[in-house]
């Protein structure tokens, strides 16, 4: 009897009153959906589904891929792989005016790729960047926004756990998803950029250049880091070409992240405990939510409140473009209160018809979802990385971070309306791979 929209309505805000009071993401996805099953279909059909699609979840093969790329992430950081990446991109750019901006993009695009996390990704970088680039006299609120915007980069370059976590919970392939996000992450990369070109322009005080290197110096630099990148176009273009599969990918990032750990004489018994303990607690947080998002989404699916709003969109015949107008400033709206994460998880059951309704697939919906997602990490009030990198450096206020950010945000905003503009940057890298 209570198997109806409105009821869906309700638990969508009960669930967003749990988030914002700081209950877990996971526990907050599975309780508002047990208890709308129970509500719906009665208690013991709620249990059985629940537990049905808990043992399904765990069972599924290519969810091994997760735990096997936070792997290869943390034996990569702790061979130093950060430190390296950065040092090698400054020695490249540093002598130009904004050049250590431009290193610091560089540095989170590459281990962005390795880690596959925004927050680490900013975290990580910014340890090593910020020192650098204030001791040369960068302004304190350019080089945070930077390394802030920087840090973004690890939600959508492959391989990255927000990928592998919508794939799952979308029922999408990963290979497609993967090599979906490259051209939108590379238009990423350029417009920031671009927009460090602009900025240092205008405001030369800003970004002052640094000295020199030499050749020699720089290609030191790159030989440091030419077995980590090699393995990162090995493992990516691999997936992309169709060479192997996510899983297979992952394994084989693991593999290589052991040997380059081991050149490196970082491979030891304390090093390997780290990495395991760090993965398994980091794995078992995000199986909980995909679980606890799984059976939220199973009880959206009875109440009908999905179809209802695609339906109800549908019929205001507003065309492709002003639909995905209005979805995007749903999501931008939602990224500025909640997390990355619970915004996906809340977003993909409800929004994912409405886009398909348009005539859009899903894989172009994962990206523009990540995307959006990665504007809400730098977007006020909550933009976690830039209080993840006010942690890093408590003396520049977050208020000067904020302002250091606000030429990225529109840079942000005008790559959004590019995809949605030409879905093709989306879905003709997958078309042509033959994914």
Known sequence: MMATPETGLVGVAVLLVLLVMGVPIGAALGLVGIVGLTLTIGLEPALIKSGVTAIETLTRYELGTLPLFMLMAHL??????????????????????????????????????INGSSLATTATVGLVALPEMRSRGYAPGFAAGTVAVGGTLGQLIPPSGALIVFGIIAEQSLGKLFAAALVPAALQILFYLVTIAIVVRLRPSAAPASERH???????????????????????????????????????????????????????????????????????MILLV????????????????????????????????????????????????????????????????????????????????????????????????????????????VSRIFRGVAPYLLADIICLALLILFPALVTALPRWAGL
């Open 290 to 397: 995909i679980i606890g998002a799984l059976i939220f989404s199973v009880f959206l699916s009875v109440t009908g409140l999905a179809e209802a709003i695609g339906a109800d969109v549908a019929g205001l015949g507003l065309g492709q473009t002003l639909t995905l107008a209005i979805v995007a400033i749903i999501l931008l709206v939602l990224g500025s209160m909640l997390d990355g994460l619970g915004l996906m998880l809340l977003a993909t059951p409800i929004l994912m018809p409405v886009v398909t309704g348009v005539g859009l697939s899903e894989i172009w919906f994962g990206i523009f979802l990540i995307r959006t997602i990665e504007i809400g990490f730098v977007h006020p009030p909550l933009g976690l990385n830039l209080y993840v990198i006010h942690g890093v450096a408590p003396d520049i206020p």
């Open 76 to 113: 990569l950081f702790s061979a130093n792989a950060s430190r390296d990446l950065f040092d090698a991109a400054a020695r490249l750019f540093g002598h130009r005016r904004g050049g250590l901006a431009y290193a610091a993009i560089g540095g989170c695009a590459s281990f962005g790729a």
């Open 214 to 284: 030499e050749w020699r110096a720089r290609m030191i630099g790159l030989w440091r880091v030419a077995d980590l990148l090699l393995l990162i176009l090995f493992v990516i273009g691999g997936i992309a070409l169709g060479w192997f599969s996510p899983s297979e990918a992952a394994s084989i990032g693991v593999g290589g992240a052991l040997l380059l750990a081991a050149r490196r004489r970082q491979l030891n018994r304390a090093m390997l405990y780290k990495a395991f303990e760090e993965t398994l607690r980091t794995s078992g």
